[in-house]
């Protein structure tokens, strides 16, 4: 495997994971299988972003922090 993302077949690898969303969390493989992702710089809990997240797969991890950055970018309600 190449590392490189694949829409298909999911991201890659972690490492994949760790160089598009590094900067801002810390990507580790579980004790138990699956994945977590901890933000580096903790949040408010007001804002609606998560702090911690877990994924049972490479796949789903690259979805939630995908999504995560697209709330991150929102315009903040008035």
């Known amino acids: 495997m190449s590392g ?14 760790i160089v598009r969303y590094g900067r801002h969390w ?3 493989e579980a ?3 699956g ?5 580096r710089h903790s949040l ?3 804002g609606g972003l998560s702090n911690v997240m877990c994924a049972s797969t490479l796949g789903e ?3 939630r922090l995908a999504a995560e950055r697209e ?8």
């Not at 490189?4 to 994971?17: F, H, Y």
């Not at 994945?35 to 933000?39: F, G, K, P, S, T």
């Open 4 to 17: 490189a993302p694949d829409e298909e077949k999911g991201p890659g690898t972690i490492a994949v994971l």
């Open 26 to 28: 810390l990507i580790s």
């Open 31 to 33: 004790a138990g299988g």
């Open 35 to 39: 994945y977590y992702a901890v933000r």
């Open 44 to 46: 408010s809990e007001e």
């Open 61 to 63: 991890m690259a979805r």
């Open 71 to 78: 709330r991150e970018n929102r315009p903040l309600a008035e």
